[in-house]
């Protein structure tokens, strides 16, 4: 199976940086779509952003401009890099990864354990 670990989160001031790293291992599975989920207290879980095999991405209104995904496919790795953070920012940021295991069809999701992401004003 596809394990997912996050890495990178932490306190940081409004206007600040923070970059978030998700390393994917395991056996016997291609790794299709990756990407970043965040939830808020009180508040469902959103996409933050989503990159392709190919290297396409997607950003959520509220991060276009400010946060940039990127993935290393030699590593299994998708990072977000996250600039000119706000207290809005604040969650737990979680990875994703669609992956289709070798021998068999279709695909299947799977999740990091969350990271914890605090921007104060």
């Known amino acids: 199976q596809v394990q997912l670990v996050e890495s990178g989160g932490g306190l940081v001031q409004a206007g600040g940086s923070l970059r978030l790293s998700c390393a994917a291992s395991g056996s016997m599975f291609i790794i299709n779509d990756m990407g970043w989920y965040r939830q808020a207290p009180g508040k469902q879980r959103e996409l933050v952003g989503s990159?392709?095999?190919?290297?396409?991405?997607n950003y959520a209104d509220p991060v276009k401009g400010r946060f940039t995904i990127s993935r290393d496919n030699a590593k299994n790795t998708v990072y977000l890099q996250m600039n000119s953070l706000k207290p809005e920012d604040t969650a737990v940021y979680y990875c994703n990864a669609r992956a289709r295991r070798v021998g068999f069809i279709g695909v299947h999701d799977y999740w990091g354990q969350g990271t914890q992401v605090t921007v104060s004003s």
């Open positions: 990159i392709t095999s190919g290297g396409s991405t």
